[in-house]
Structure formats: C-alpha cells, structure tokens
C-alpha cells in the first residue's frame, strides 16, 4: 500500500543554518505531496504542496520538489530561524486517503 | 473564513468512563477526518467520512470508539468505555472531496487534549 518515509528527529540546529529533512514514499499512480507542520499545542497546518512530478512548493522560505524519479520530497530551508522549531510531516494522498509520516521534531537554538 | 471548530479543548476522565469529542468542518467540505495523535507521534486515520458516509474506519477501535456525522456537517467521536492508552490529541480536520481532486489539502482543527487516569 501506500506509504511515506521521513527522516528520525530531532533535528537540532542553529540559527541560519541550512535545513533539510528527507521524504521518501510509495505510491500507485501519480500521488499529490504535502508538508504539513505542528507548532507546540497546535493542529497541523499546510506549508506547502507539489501535485505532479517536477513541481516545486513553497512557503516562508522552504522549499520541496517532487521527485517520480527518486520518489522524494525533501524539506529545505536556507536559513531556519528560532520560530521554525515545530514537527514536520510529510504525507500523500493516494486513493482518496491522506498518508502521513511519522513526522520528524526541528528545534532551532538561538 | 471561519476554521474547523472543536471542543473540548481539554478533557481529563478516569478510566472505564465515557467521553464525546464534537467537530464542526469548514463550511462546503465534503470530506471529515479523525485523527489520534499520541504524544511524539504522526497522527493515526481513525475515521474517514465523506458526507455522511464512511470512507475509511479500517483503525477505529469499532469495541469502543465510535463516530457519526449527521447530516454531512458536524461529527462527533466517543469513547466508551476509555482506556488509558487513549490519553492523546484527538484532532479532527476537513477538506473539499478527495475523490474529486487529489490535491486538496487538510484544514485542522486545535484537537482536545484528553487525559485518561
């Protein structure tokens, strides 16, 4: 079945460093992908979203291409700043079903 | 445009009693989701509705959980009686109908935070 890999946390990172987080996932046919992120005490919230091969989202300064040809999604930013600690998700929809992944926990020190 | 709304924000109960989670989608989307989030984890599918119909409830604990959306809008979850493996977020989330699009994405609500002792 359908199903999406994310890179164990935490991340722990200064201020302004470069940030990624590995996605990688499983699907039939042609799969939309998110990034979804959680603040502390909050619901999820979209980031952003690519819904064909080559597509690049982009949000806040982060950034993710969907990759057919590896089956990536990967989550950078170039600069993360204090306000970015909070738990990524990636997920796919695939089959009229959300799939998400196990999330992976970014903590920015000042 | 108003978000998706829930109560309780919080809810402590001992266990073996009872408990009911209320959600009410964004307006004009068709398809409503429960989630179990336990503390450090993704959120777990426990229920799919589109409509009032049921997609998905294939990890709904169907002995003791159960769920209803009447009249395609407001949904509510109950747990009867609770466990305290239980004890997570219970976050419910709306989105326009994924059989008609693939690419809509999930609007959440803040979930209520129960507490089973």
């Known amino acids: 079945g359908d199903s999406v890999t994310q890179m164990e946390g935490p991340v722990t990172l200064s201020e302004e460093a470069f940030l990624t987080i590995n996605c990688t996932y499983t699907?039939?046919?042609?799969?939309?992908l998110f990034w979804y992120v959680q603040y502390p005490g909050e619901g999820l919230q979209l980031l952003l979203k690519?819904?064909?091969?080559?597509d690049k989202g982009s949000n806040k300064g982060f950034e993710a291409t969907y990759r057919k040809e590896t089956t990536s999604f990967h989550l950078e930013k170039g600069s993360v700043q204090v306000s970015d600690s909070a738990v990524y998700f990636c997920a796919l929809t695939g089959t009229y079903k959300y799939i998400f992944g196990t999330g992976t926990r970014l903590k920015v020190l000042a | 445009e108003a978000g998706v709304a829930q109560s309780p924000r919080y809810k402590i109960i001992e266990k073996r009693q009872s408990v009911a989670f209320w959600c009410n989608p964004i307006?004009?989307?068709?398809?409503l989701y429960w989630y179990q989030q336990i503390l450090g984890q993704g959120p777990k599918l426990l229920i799919q509705f589109q409509n009032n119909g049921v997609v998905d409830d294939s990890q709904l604990p169907k002995d003791r959980f159960s769920a209803e959306r009447l009249k395609g809008v407001d949904s509510t979850l109950k747990i009867q009686p609770a466990k305290l493996e239980d004890s997570a977020v219970y976050l419910c989330a709306s989105s326009l109908d994924l059989s008609r699009g693939h690419s809509y994405e999930q609007y959440f609500g803040p979930g209520t935070r129960l507490t089973v002792t």
């Open positions: 690519a819904t064909k091969a080559d």
């Open positions: 699907a039939t046919g042609y799969p939309s």
């Open positions: 307006s004009g989307h068709a398809t």
